[in-house]
């Protein structure tokens, strides 16, 4: 049978579809409960979706796993693992060696470049030249605000905020003048009718494989080895068995795991 995930919100069960396995092993998935899309979105009932908690979903189910997605503040997330509040992390951390001190992580799940947006009436670049003199929304304590702290050393201010939400809704409001984030989290405020009235894309920023890494992975303990191979494994498995393509063709137009050789 195949298990579904659950959410560990008391007000608020993802309605995934599945049956229950008793067998299955259950582990506990961090989170940060906010709007991320379309990589997690919350609907009028509370429920969670998104192509990331569909990916997990599927990953879950080949895995065999019982997963419980459970809400942790963003920053809190590596600490809970860390101290096993929770036993895993699915939630569009990129893998980074500064990260891989502390944790360790499953292969990529997807990769998707790094974008910088800003007010419609300035013009500039996501250059360092570009984004001399102006204030630089980021989200605290993701590879984007490591980025930006190391390229953007001639910026006005790099401003940090919890959520992303918050920092595109300073852009919205004048308060700053460009956000960094990764590129389709960005396209989707770009598409939604406030994004439409103040914002355009200035464009995708240098790489950096130290400070962006090559992709986003699933957070395990270091030396929980037994689960990194199953998810490993699962990744693999719902790459080769069309599982992956199916859930990322309704939401995307094009397949985000990036290239073969290579995103918070």
Same mark, same amino acid.
């Given at each position: 049978?195949?298990?579904?995930?659950?959410?560990?919100?008391?007000?608020?069960? $993802?309605?995934?579809?599945? @049956?229950?396995?008793?067998? *299955?092993?259950?582990? &506990?998935?961090? #989170?940060?409960?906010? +709007?991320?899309?379309?990589?997690?979105?919350?609907?009028?009932?509370?429920?969670?979706?998104?192509?990331?908690?569909?990916?997990?979903?599927?990953?879950?189910?080949?895995?065999?796993?019982?997963?419980?997605?459970?809400?942790?503040?963003?920053?809190?997330?590596?600490?809970?693992?860390?101290?096993?509040?929770?036993?895993?992390?699915?939630?569009?951390?990129?893998?980074?060696?500064?990260?891989?001190?502390?944790?360790?992580?499953?292969?990529?799940?997807?990769?998707?470049?790094?974008?910088?947006?800003?007010?419609?009436?300035?013009?500039?670049?996501?250059?360092?030249?570009?984004?001399?003199?102006? $204030?630089?929304?980021?989200? @605290?304590?993701?590879?984007? *605000?490591?980025?930006? &702290?190391?390229? #953007?050393?001639?910026? +006005?201010?790099?401003?940090?905020?919890?959520?992303?939400?918050?920092?595109?809704?300073?852009?919205?409001?004048?308060?700053?003048?460009?956000?960094?984030?990764?590129?389709?989290?960005?396209?989707?405020?770009?598409?939604?009718?406030?994004?439409?009235?103040?914002?355009?894309?200035?464009?995708?920023?240098?790489?950096?494989?130290?400070?962006?890494?090559?992709?986003?992975?699933?957070?395990?303990?270091?030396?929980?080895?037994?689960?990194?191979?199953?998810?490993?494994?699962?990744?693999?498995?719902?790459?080769?068995?069309?599982?992956?393509?199916?859930?990322?063709?309704?939401?995307?137009?094009?397949? $985000?795991?990036?290239?073969?050789?290579?995103?918070?």
């Amino acid at each position: 049978m195949k298990p579904f995930l659950k959410t560990a919100l008391a007000a608020t069960l $993802i309605a995934l579809s599945g @049956a229950f396995s008793a067998s *299955a092993e259950q582990i &506990k998935v961090g #989170f940060s409960p906010e +709007a991320y899309p379309p990589f997690y979105s919350q609907d009028a009932s509370g429920n969670w979706g998104g192509w990331e908690v569909d990916i997990v979903n599927a990953i879950c189910g080949e895995a065999k796993l019982d997963c419980v997605l459970t809400p942790i503040p963003w920053d809190g997330l590596i600490p809970a693992l860390k101290t096993k509040k929770i036993d895993a992390i699915m939630n569009s951390m990129s893998i980074t060696d500064e990260r891989k001190k502390e944790i360790d992580f499953s292969e990529k799940y997807y990769n998707t470049p790094t974008a910088v947006i800003g007010a419609k009436d300035q013009k500039f670049d996501a250059t360092s030249e570009g984004l001399k003199a102006k $204030i630089v929304g980021v989200q @605290a304590s993701t590879v984007h *605000a490591a980025y930006a &702290k190391k390229h #953007f050393t001639d910026a +006005a201010e790099i401003k940090e905020y919890q959520t992303q939400d918050e920092a595109n809704q300073d852009l919205a409001a004048g308060r700053i003048d460009a956000t960094q984030a990764d590129s389709i989290a960005l396209d989707a405020f770009l598409k939604s009718d406030q994004g439409k009235a103040c914002c355009d894309l200035k464009g995708y920023v240098a790489p950096d494989l130290e400070v962006l890494g090559p992709g986003v992975g699933a957070g395990v303990r270091q030396g929980d080895t037994e689960l990194k191979d199953k998810l490993n494994a699962a990744i693999k498995a719902i790459r080769a068995n069309g599982k992956y393509a199916e859930i990322t063709k309704k939401y995307f137009d094009f397949d $985000i795991y990036g290239e073969e050789s290579q995103s918070n």
